[in-house]
């Protein structure tokens, strides 16, 4: 748009040389929502998000990035999974679903690495349960899995809290 045009038919530079005013109430108001943005993008984003870094600085990068994608409470079970299961066990996971992010076979992978892992199919998971006789094969608790009927069969539980634990070899 040439500054010569405006949609009122007065020229837009002649306005701002009559009317030093108008260009400062422009910019008055440009500062001002500036400033609101800012103080918007602090309150609610910013401050939130360096109180929460501040409270995770003392975990390890395995918990810190526990706590971020699914929560505070994942992590003492991760831990326990951890302390339970040792790093050359195999590890029975659920068919993958989408009730839990510890169904994704690479999310799991990750937290419980250098473990074995092994995942049930949809069809197959009482066949599945039933196979890991093992000395050497665990069976984390997650929502509905394992059925506690079948893994029980193969399996002692060791309850961790609520209605998580891990089925152990017997």
Known sequence: MNLEDSKIGIPINRII???????????????????????????????????????????????RSAILHIGDEFVPYLNFLRDTIPPGGRVILPPHSTRHSFTNFGFAAYFLMPRELLNCGNDEVEACILR??????????????????????????????????VWVPK
């Open 17 to 63: 040389a009559q009317s030093p005013l108008f260009l400062y109430i422009v910019l008055s108001v440009l500062i001002v929502a500036v400033v609101i943005q800012v103080h918007l993008l602090w309150d609610k984003v910013l401050s939130p998000l360096a109180i929460r870094v501040e409270e995770i600085r003392g975990y390890s990068a395995l918990e």
């Open 132 to 165: 890991m006789t093992g000395h050497n094969s665990y069976i984390p608790v997650l929502s509905d899995f394992p059925p506690s009927e079948i893994a029980s069969q193969v399996k002692r539980f060791v309850p961790f809290q609520d209605d998580l634990g």
